[in-house]
């Protein structure tokens, strides 16, 4: 009750000072939307929130995983299976509820087969990374029913460059002697726009507060090149993107040696101002494949190959009738998996085919409001083989739609509602699992009969942008219909299937379920500048979210993130940065059946920058600390949250150069 208090006071109370200071003042160079490509077709606000983390903001806070990127971003967090292997999760909802992207497209791999699967999209590669949530999800299919996570790379070039560029940067993280470089590159010649980027990252076991974390290691490597050709307003490009990667896989002894190779097109036809303005394709192919590998002898236990179409083509048409804008879109996927060694006792080979169909339009109700609405009919075909060992085939017909409202109150202040009705199909995973995986210990059994599962959702949002503060908030509530998830059953089995109660087997029992679920929560982050100089600004800033996630009947959905709550004060200067940041994460005592409960702890972050010449100010240094106080950090969202803790205190130095 305290923490929802806090958050809907903080709400409250920015809605007050911003209403009464906004009738008095204009706000001017703070734009009252954060731009994400990713979360609409259609230019202008959403009611739904979207977030972003740039480059800068990447590059500061370190880790392998897009996770770790975005960890400051209020809703988000990771499966923290390990440093190689932690997949996005918004709003407790994770796996097949949350598409992970590059540039618009599917990324393509393993992650969402199994949570010590990584996903071969590194931070240092992205330009931006975006996350989406409400309506804009339906743009990318019913497996992005929680959310979506776009790394934004440019790697197809979107436009010219206005001059050649060239970024590098190298760190050094104390913690697990870790050190990366990254290159990248912009130029042009005549028509044509060229792009190319290569990074390099490796570190050791990393230290916690109770000692070292066995197998925790990681390398990686990759590179990417492309190019577009432009004529007029209009592009066509291709790029081609190589990811290798190596890491432990804690409290297991094993480690997955992972490969993509992966070929993107896209392309931008503009048509003038007639009813028809644009038409744009993405798209890509990804071959993956990753061995799971003994520690010490290094021979191979498991193969998993996923092979992998995904693409979208939308046409964008200027106003016609009350709609300023409405775009039209189509996407097809389709995968291949496949599984060779003990991983084939997992899960035999399968194969998804989805084909859909959506609409986004905006519809504005004089000067203040604006509708937008959206809706998508997608048709998809699963195929593999369950425990039963009879091949099945299941084809289903999800049906999406949306509406929100946007209130420009005025210069200062947007507030958005949102009303949903999303379907989702289930995963291979959950319809044909059917033997153990050892990075989670649970022997894993999927139901071929499940029916798709339906969210029917709420949403409202508050945007603030005054001279001195910011703030975005959002509350919801998801009632889910046929909610699919992995209930542990409290019998131990072993590899065979042998299953029974306090039998001592290695493997935990999961079978795949369904139940209605509800889902609620709240979200917020705040800005306030304290203080102004010709050198600089002095900046408070505050977040905070929660998410209550609970079965029909009362017990708790498994493996849901806690609440965390938190601030802090910085100063961004000309030549230096400074700032700290202290965030309470609560205790997870509500687990899931079975489940482990896990406690708080407080994060302490520090961070010191400098430019040292002021003849050159591309040229920066970076003095970054994690978890100052040294606290044990268990994941209350990953299985293997007994055995494994998270790192402890780190002490990270970055040198970034660009060369305008």
Not at 55 to 75: C, F, M, Q, V, Y
Not at 316 to 341: C, E, K, M, V
Not at 454 to 480: C, H, K, M, Q, W
Not at 518 to 523: A, D, K, M, P, Q
């Amino acid at each position: 009750m305290f923490r929802s208090s806090l958050l809907c006071g903080t709400a409250c109370v920015a809605l007050s000072l911003s209403l009464n200071a906004a009738s008095a003042q204009q706000v001017h160079g703070n734009e009252i939307e954060t731009v994400v490509s990713t979360a609409s077709p259609l230019s202008g606000a959403t009611a739904a929130i979207s977030d972003r983390v740039d480059a800068s903001a990447i590059l500061r806070g370190g880790g392998a995983t897009l996770s770790d990127a975005l960890k400051s971003i209020p809703g988000i967090s990771g499966t923290g299976m390990a440093i190689g292997a932690s997949r996005p999760i918004i709003r407790g909802m994770d796996a097949s509820r949350v598409r992970v992207l590059e540039d618009g497209t599917s990324s393509s791999d393993a992650s969402d087969i199994g949570a010590d699967h990584g996903v071969p999209i590194d931070p240092l590669s992205a330009r931006s990374i975006e996350v989406v949530r409400g309506a804009a999800t339906l743009r990318y299919g019913s497996q992005a029913i929680g959310g979506v996570i776009n790394a934004i790379n440019n790697r197809v070039p979107t436009q010219m460059p206005d001059a050649d560029a060239l970024e590098a940067t190298a760190a050094y993280d104390a913690i697990a002697n870790g050190r990366e470089v990254s290159l990248l590159g912009d130029t042009s010649a005549g028509n044509f726009a060229f792009h190319g980027d290569a990074f390099w990252r490796a570190s050791d076991n990393y230290d916690t507060p109770l000692g070292p974390q066995a197998n925790s290691f990681f390398r990686g490597k990759g590179l990417a090149l492309g190019s577009s050709y432009f004529f007029g307003d209009s592009r066509v490009g291709a790029a081609y993107v190589h990811y290798d990667s190596r890491y432990g896989i804690p409290g297991e002894g094993a480690f997955i040696d992972m490969r993509q190779d992966k070929a993107m097109l896209a392309s931008s036809l503009d048509l003038g101002d007639g009813l028809m303005q644009a038409i744009t394709f993405n798209g890509s192919y990804g071959d993956y494949s990753h061995d799971e590998k003994d520690l010490v002898t290094h021979t191979v236990n498991s193969t998993f190959i996923n092979r992998e179409f995904d693409s979208r083509a939308e046409a964008l048409f200027n106003q016609f009738g009350p709609f300023t804008s409405t775009a039209l879109g189509l996407s097809f996927q389709h995968r291949d998996f496949s599984a060779l060694g003990e991983g084939a006792d997992y899960l035999d080979p399968a194969q998804t085919r989805s084909i859909g169909g959506f609409v986004f339009t905006q519809v504005p109700l004089g000067d203040a409001f604006t509708l937008d609405g959206a809706a998508r009919a997608e048709q998809t075909e699963v195929k593999g083989t369950p425990a039963s060992g009879l091949f099945t085939s299941r084809e289903f017909t999800p049906l999406s739609g949306s509406l929100g409202a946007l209130w420009t109150v005025n210069d200062a202040v947007r507030i958005g509602v949102m009303g949903s009705s999303t379907a989702r199909t289930p995963a291979q995973t959950e319809l044909f699992a059917k033997g153990p995986h050892d990075a989670s210990a649970t022997f894993e059994t999927g139901n071929p009969l499940l029916k798709p599962e339906r969210s029917n959702a709420v949403e409202a949002s508050l945007r603030i942008r005054l001279p001195e503060f910011t703030f975005d908030g959002s509350a919801y509530l998801n009632s889910f219909d046929n909610y699919i998830y992995g209930a542990l059953t409290g019998r131990d089995c072993d590899e065979n299937g042998i299953c029974g109660l306090g039998t001592g087997g290695e493997f935990r029992e999961l079978l795949y379920r369904q139940s209605g679920a509800t889902f609620r929560g709240l979200e917020g982050k705040a800005a306030y500048d304290v203080w102004h100089s010709e050198d600089g600004v002095l900046q408070l800033t505050m977040l905070g979210d929660m998410v209550r996630a609970t079965l029909a009947g009362g017990a708790n959905v498994p493996r849901i993130p806690p609440w965390r709550i938190g601030g802090g004060l910085s100063w961004q200067g000309d030549i230096f940065d400074a700032g700290f940041q202290v965030i309470k994460v609560g205790a997870q005592d509500k687990p899931g059946l079975f489940d482990t409960p896990t406690d708080g702890y407080v994060s302490v972050d520090v961070q010191l920058g400098w430019r040292p010449f002021a003849s050159n100010r591309n040229i920066e240094f970076t003095l970054a600390a994690r978890n100052l106080a040294d606290e044990v950090v268990r994941n209350a969202a990953s299985l293997n949250k007994d055995t494994v803790v998270g790192p402890g205190r780190s002490v990270r130095l970055t040198m970034k150069y660009v060369t305008n």
